[in-house]
């Protein structure tokens, strides 16, 4: 069935692609290598939010606004809603709005690889948080491997080496292609390194939000009385994790990210070494979204060369744990 399904989303973000294309004739055609260099005040960006459902985003969505305003530039926004045939068309509007470039947060890189090279061919497209290798300008996000495996061996240690743990994983859904496995396998890896055997005996989708991961914990847990470690690929899930180890009263279980560092998460971190929530690894919105448009913002003024950029830019990689959670948490930030 959903082999079935994935046919079926297939055809219709072709087929919506196909007419969006028709719709906005020749816009950004053969600019792909570079548009024609344009002052700050007359750039228009386009970016296109794969959700907006977890603070991870909405730190995003806010330092576009804020490059906006500060550099001058326009912004056209629009979030898909966890959607890939409307981030899809909303891409394509962008298009016909007159972006001069698109930074997008891909929901689903390989439904959305044949349409999104097809806009990287029209108009500069880069990437940030997640995105399609070898389609667009640039992709600029964290290293997904790397992040989980400093948060993995931080979680070793606080278990203790010669040790075999049943592990619950949240994961993004069936459209994290990309991401989500890599910080999977990092953090798994990490345990490892760490003298840790992990026995992966459950996995269901949070869908990177808070309010999903409760009730995927709950039936994990109910089937799985043997679990010793939640992980969420991102904090707002292993936030929903601890959310629901607290309300049954478990304090054996414990609680670790693969990734982001939210400050809800960090705080409960900070409670000490031998806290609940164990460790996370930096991924940064701020980093990550500060740099990709000023990217942007320099294709298309001209100052910088699309042909020149790495193919992958990552942001910085640390583990964050008891013992260095001061130096990330701030808990007046955004996220």
Same mark, same amino acid.
């Given at each position: ?15 919506? &692609? ?5 719709? @906005? ?16 005040? *007359?750039? &228009? ?71 999104? &090279? ?58 994290? *292609? ?14 490892? *390194? ?69 400050? *809800? ?7 000490? @070494? ?40 990552? &942001? ?5 744990? @008891? ?13």
């Amino acid at each position: 069935m959903r082999k079935v399904k994935s046919r079926l989303l297939a055809a219709a973000v072709a087929g919506a &692609t196909t007419f969006a294309v028709a719709a @906005c004739g020749t816009v950004g055609s053969g600019s792909g290598s570079g548009p024609q260099p344009k002052p700050a005040n *007359e750039v &228009t960006i386009g970016f296109a939010a794969r959700q907006m459902d977890a603070p991870f985003y909405v730190a995003m969505q806010a330092v576009a606004e804020q490059k906006a305003k500060e550099k001058g530039f326009k912004l056209l926004f629009q979030n898909a809603n966890g959607d890939p045939v409307t981030q899809i068309n909303q891409v394509q509007t962008m298009l016909s709005q007159g972006a001069d470039v698109i930074v997008v947060d891909a929901k689903s890189p390989e439904t959305e690889r044949a349409q999104l &090279t097809q806009v990287a061919s029209q108009v500069p497209l880069l990437f940030v948080d997640t995105g399609i290798p070898g389609v667009g300008v640039t992709s600029i996000q964290s290293d997904n491997h790397e992040i989980g495996r400093l948060s993995g061996q931080l979680t070793a240690k606080r278990l203790g080496g010669g040790k075999t743990v049943q592990v619950g994983v949240l994961n993004g859904g069936p459209n994290d *292609e990309i991401v989500g496995p890599a910080r999977q396998n990092g953090f798994l890896d990490g345990l490892k *390194e760490g003298g840790v055997t992990p026995q992966v005996v459950a996995s269901a989708s949070g869908n990177y939000t808070q309010e999903e991961a409760v009730p995927a914990t709950e039936s994990m847990l109910a089937a799985n009385p043997g679990i010793g470690v939640m992980l969420g690929l991102n904090d707002s899930m292993a936030l929903g994790a601890l959310q629901v180890l607290r309300n049954q009263g478990n304090t054996n279980v414990l609680v670790a990210a693969s990734a982001d560092g939210q400050k *809800e998460a960090l705080a409960e971190i900070a409670k000490g @070494c031998d806290s609940q929530y164990v460790s996370t690894g930096l991924n940064s919105p701020d980093l990550a979204a500060h740099a990709a448009f000023d990217t942007a913002l320099g294709i298309a003024t001209g100052e910088k060369d699309p042909k020149t950029l790495p193919k992958d830019t990552n &942001t910085r990689a640390a583990g964050i744990g @008891c013992e260095n959670v001061k130096e990330f948490y701030n808990p007046e930030s955004i996220f």
